[in-house]
């Protein structure tokens, strides 16, 4: 059984600050959405608008993911208000661990993402706004790979997400910590 730890008792009460909580729950929309999106036109036929529509939707809306993140490290980095853990014993060391390993893969997901559009050879524009340059020329040839490796890694984040969704609830309506205000308000 794990219980809190007496110097995280008062991480019970204590909640982020208002950016980190945006930047949060930004990420789900964004993550959540990007998924979405990426199914949704594995129904369509090729070459229809309207699966050309929700590709250009993936890319832009990924891009801002990648600015997203990039926030979110910065802050968490440097201003974001930091709490102790809120559980000690395997459930501290699974949630740090969790949420280590979707800050990685997160970022293997973007750097991925630019190396699909990339080999594919395609437009890379934001919102119709303006094109984002090739910066890493990748072969036509190894768009396959990136695309499966671009595609497994958003199941595992998907996967992981929803652990990490499905322990904040048992947190919540099990335990009866707290954990789950934490990132809901910032009073």
Same mark, same amino acid.
Not at 33 to 55: H, K, M, N
Not at 108 to 119: C, E, H, P, S, T
């Given at each position: 059984m794990t219980t809190l730890s007496p110097s995280s008792a008062p991480a019970r009460l204590a909640h982020y600050d208002t950016t980190t909580i945006v930047l949060h729950w930004l990420t789900?929309? +964004?993550?959540?959405? !990007?998924? &979405?999106?990426?199914?949704?036109? %594995? /129904? #369509?036929? *090729?070459?229809?608008?309207?699966?050309?529509?929700?590709?250009?939707?993936?890319?832009?809306?990924?891009?801002?993911f990648a600015c997203v993140f990039?926030?979110?490290l910065v802050w968490r980095l440097s201003a974001g208000r930091r709490l102790p853990r809120a559980t000690s014993g395997w459930m501290g060391a699974a949630s740090v661990g969790v949420h280590g +390993?979707?800050?990685? !893969?997160? &970022?293997?997901?973007?750097?991925? %993402? /630019? #190396?699909? *559009?990339?080999?594919?050879?395609?437009?890379?524009?934001?919102?119709?706004?303006?094109?984002?340059p090739t910066l890493i020329p990748i072969a036509h040839e190894q768009r396959r790979f990136i695309g499966g490796?671009?595609?497994t890694v958003a199941w595992i984040i998907i996967t992981l997400a929803a652990l990490h969704a499905l322990a904040a609830l048992f947190h919540h309506y099990v335990l009866r910590d707290g954990v789950l205000r934490r990132m809901t308000s910032s009073r």
């Open positions: 789900v929309v +964004l993550v959540l959405g !990007l998924f &979405a999106l990426a199914e949704i036109w %594995g /129904f #369509l036929p *090729r070459g229809t608008p309207t699966r050309r529509l929700l590709q250009s939707l993936h890319i832009s809306f990924g891009l801002a990039v926030l979110r +390993l979707l800050y990685l !893969l997160m &970022a293997a997901q973007i750097v991925l %993402g /630019f #190396l699909f *559009r990339w080999a594919q050879g395609e437009p890379f524009a934001f919102f119709g706004l303006f094109d984002i490796l671009h595609d």
